[in-house]
């Protein structure tokens, strides 16, 4: 079964700088999509940004980029200029490719300091 | 907005009872999915539908159940309802699978 794994329960950055938020996964599957979702005090689920694993090239969205290194299964989010609005639980997920569903690490709760 | 709909947003009710929750997909989306958000396990998805079909399972109780109609919404049913299913259920949809949006999700407190 796979796995994901967020080291880090709770991570604090002041405004304006950069911040990264770790993951680890396992499996065995070699054709797989990993994502970020962010969750606000609203409990909302927004999906922050998505990689898949047959790209070599790491995924960027505006202030918001990954360091996906698939030989050693981490997919690390990297939030530059870190905004109020950024203050979240950011959830590391793995789908397998074809039929499946989410698998979700226990997520980061970021604090941004203004 | 995701554009994934989610009815009622908050359930109150108690031990034993049943109660549906529904779920309208993005525009165009075949699949929907559910997930179960609690304090103790955390994020954990419970099935897939596609199309009217079911596609994938994963660590749903056998006293839920759902199913998706031919117009593409889904409704999640609890039945015999206890203290431990209090979580919030959110419903997702996709187009190609492989990118999941959410709905804003529907608490269920069970008294």
């Known amino acids: 079964a796979q796995t994901v794994t967020q080291s880090q329960p709770e991570m604090s950055v002041q405004e304006a700088e950069t911040v990264t938020l770790s993951c680890t996964y396992d499996?065995?599957?070699?054709?797989?999509?990993l994502f970020w979702y962010k969750q606000p005090p609203s409990r909302q689920m927004i999906l922050v940004i998505r990689q898949e694993a047959y790209k070599q090239q790491n995924a960027t969205e505006n202030r918001f980029s990954v360091n996906f290194q698939k030989a050693s299964k981490s997919f690390s989010l990297k939030i530059s200029d870190s905004q109020l609005g950024d203050a979240a639980m950011y959830f590391c997920?793995?789908?397998?490719?074809?039929?499946?569903?989410?698998?979700f690490g226990k997520g980061t709760h970021l604090i941004i300091q203004p | 907005d995701s554009g994934v709909t989610q009815t009622p947003k908050h359930l109150i009710t108690a031990t034993g009872q049943r109660v549906t929750l529904r779920c309208s997909p993005r525009s165009g989306d075949l699949s929907v999915y559910w997930y179960q958000q609690s304090l103790d396990q955390g994020l954990q998805f419970l099935i897939q539908y596609y199309n009217g079909e079911e596609r994938a399972k994963g660590n749903i109780l056998e006293r839920f159940s759902a199913q998706q109609f031919p117009d593409l919404h889904s409704e999640l049913n609890l039945s015999s309802l206890e203290l431990g299913d209090s979580a919030l259920y959110f419903c997702?949809?996709?187009?190609?699978?492989?990118?999941?949006?959410f709905g804003e999700g529907s608490w269920l407190t069970v008294v």
């Open positions: 499996t065995s599957e070699s054709d797989y999509y």
């Open positions: 997920a793995y789908l397998k490719g074809g039929a499946d569903g989410l698998t």
């Open positions: 997702a949809s996709s187009k190609s699978g492989n990118t999941i949006y």
